[in-house]
């Protein structure tokens, strides 16, 4: 058994996202019911019934997170952990944060480009209700893009005040306090792949996920886990187990 446990935050996040979906359940009721349709009571009501469904998906996910980190944090059969200074640790999470800041670079340009298409479809063929519910959307694209700039700086600021560890398992990584699971409804492990030192730029694994944003959008991103010196064989031999593993 490990003897430092780390704090498995993801329920906290399944708990907030079940409050705010109950907050916009409540917010698509109160629309549909008292707010007449035309003056804007359909697009509130739409918009709040689908952050309602968005946050049971994603508290569902943060719950199969935290089950997933409970049982890497617990194991006694870990493929590695690694421990790592605090210089080593900030220059990782400032190249996971430019890699965050593309991800939901592209996955805006993606669901607010068809946001901004729906919204001038609405204003223009819809009369005036349709009108309204454009203006809402394109409210709402505004907010969408707040949070695409604001959530990797939070991102940056966890992981610079979370433990300084690495954790391998069979079934995912806990890296700086955050969990990847190799397979779950939302995202999967393509590939590992082990990466020489070359220059100041430490060895690295590198794991291959795939986020799916809808039925046919696909993310890609990479987590990269720094390699301590001497641990390279290890980590070589990871890649390979990890790639054996998530062969179908």
């Known amino acids: 058994m490990l003897k430092r446990m780390m704090e498995n935050t993801q329920r906290k996040w399944c708990y907030r996202s079940l409050f705010l979906t109950a907050i916009f359940a409540i917010i698509c009721i109160y629309a549909f019911s008292f707010i007449d349709g035309m003056s804007g009571g359909y697009a509130i009501a739409f918009v709040s019934f689908f952050f309602a469904i968005t946050g049971v998906a994603v508290a569902a996910l943060f719950f199969h997170r935290a089950q997933v980190m409970n049982s890497i944090l617990n194991s006694t059969r870990l ?7 605090a210089d080593e ?3 990782s999470a400032k190249r996971e944060y430019a890699n965050y800041q593309e991800r939901n670079r592209a996955m805006f340009l993606v669901i607010g480009g068809m ?12 009369g005036e209700g349709g009108f309204i519910t454009g203006v809402f959307l394109l409210a709402f ?4 893009f ?7 700086v939070i991102a940056l600021k966890y992981a610079l005040g979370s433990p300084r560890e ?9 890296y700086e306090g955050a969990v990847y699971p190799f397979q779950s409804f939302l995202m999967k492990m393509d590939a590992a792949t082990f ?9 690295v694994l590198i794991f291959s996920f795939t986020q799916f944003v809808g039925l046919n959008i696909r993310s890609p991103f990479d987590i990269e886990i720094p ?4 641990e390279e064989e290890k980590a070589c031999k990871i890649a390979d187990k990890c790639i054996f593993l998530n062969d179908p």
């Open 115 to 126: 946001l901004v298409l729906v919204a001038l479809v609405m204003m223009i063929f819809a």
């Open 79 to 85: 493929l590695a952990h690694w421990i790592y200074s």
């Open 195 to 203: 990466h020489k030192r070359t220059g100041k730029k430490p060895a």
């Open 89 to 91: 640790a900030e220059q």
């Open 141 to 144: 694209t505004v907010f969408l």
């Open 227 to 230: 390699v301590p010196e001497g």
């Open 146 to 152: 707040i949070v695409s700039r604001v959530a990797p």
């Open 166 to 174: 690495a954790y391998i398992a069979e079934n995912g990584i806990v």
